[in-house]
């Protein structure tokens, strides 16, 4: 018999039952694929941008769906798989001064270069394009090329793209999944990875490796390519330049805070722990020394320790998420903890600071993709800040849904949305988005 002992988190402060507010969600859009981001152009129309992890932008305006795209990738794109699929269109941000130059930056998932290794997966690709003045469509031809990253698994791809405040461009990079095999299909899962498979892991601590991090790029210099924010931690040191923070397994969506200019990364768990980080600095997150607040010993996924390095191999300090909750693995037999398992993977986060719903200003408002993993049933959650910082915030259960939840994002106004989808993958037609209303 598996012994289990009770691990002390913060599952005290998840409070899974009666909503804290009576909230709806009014149907904007349906009959998609996979939406997986918004941009919001700001220019008066109405529209707003949305992202299909199948490789298309649709233009949503006040009288529903556009017929044309205003981007289509699928031909750029490599083949994705009818089932449970990382891979795709995962990026879309437009430039602050869109309005006048038409920029936009995509990241995706392309075809494997002729000079990658043999017989990895597919090449990362970050790109520029432009929306041509007078055009209703971009043109895929306008693609400037500004980061091509081979990627030798299907796994912990990232993908998140936005601008912080100071006009930089943020790219979230997962750690390449390499410890689950390489190629086209998934050799290992996250708990029977053989141990000599497991150096891959450390990719997230390796400075001097673009995987496992937050990049952070001037896209207004250094053309043809771009240029290195002065203050990013690694300029003049050893590590890569574009580094701004590291230790991420998989920094899936990226989100700034419209107040703050705090950087919000949802990371999905490799094993039991999902978590959301806040960052407001350069710094370590921790993967695979840490998943959230909890210490990692990847040859026993399921017991992990109790003690653990406190900093990262370049002497950073490992920064703690500001929400973490168990995922369903928590429940399994084999798994040495005591706790109950809220969901299956964390998908959004996003800080509200619209009008239209003032007791949610300065909350977080999390999505969880699923409750349960063969039965779609995203769930929302709503979490307070703390008062000393460091603490984990609560969190507090807000709604289930009746499908999957692919992501959250939000309008120029700070009012969020929520993405949906049935289907396992970016495939089908039952993508919707809502938006959250009183």
Known sequence: MTSRRLLVTCLSLITIGNPVLSLDLELVADGLTSPIG????????????????????????PQGLRDTPLLDLREQLVALEEGFEERGLLGFALHPGFASNGRVYVSYSAPLRSSAPKGWNHTRRVSEMTLAPGADRIDPDSERVLIELDWP????????????????????????????????????SAFDVPADQLYWDHMAQDVTSLYGSVLRIDVNSGFPGYGIPPSNPFVGKAGLDEIYAWGFRNPYRLGVDQ???????????ETLWEAVYLISGPGNFGWPIREGTHCVDRTKPRDPPTDCPRHGPNGYRIQDPVVE??????????????ATGVGTAVVGARIYRGAAIPELEGKLILADWSLDFRSPSGQLFVATPAQ???????????????????????DGAGEIY???????????????????VP
């Open 259 to 269: 107040t703050t200019g705090d950087i919000l990364v949802t990371a999905v768990a």
């Open 38 to 61: 918004l941009a919001d152009p700001g220019d008066g129309s109405g529209d707003l941008y949305l992202l299909e992890q199948q490789g298309v932008v649709q233009v949503l305006g």
């Open 388 to 410: 000393s910082w460091g603490e984990v915030w609560s969190l507090v259960s807000l709604k289930t849904l009746e499908t999957r939840i692919v992501s959250l994002d939000t």
């Open 325 to 338: 909750y168990p995922n369903k693995q928590v429940m399994h037999p084999e798994t040495v903890i005591e």
């Open 153 to 188: 698994s299907r796994k912990h791809n990232g993908g998140g793209l936005a601008f912080g405040p100071d006009g930089y461009l943020l790219i979230g990079l997962g750690d390449s999944g390499f410890a689950h095999g390489v190629g086209p299909k998934v050799i290992w």
């Open 418 to 436: 929520v993405l949906t989808n049935d289907e396992l993958g970016p495939f089908g037609s039952t993508g919707k988005v809502f938006k959250l």
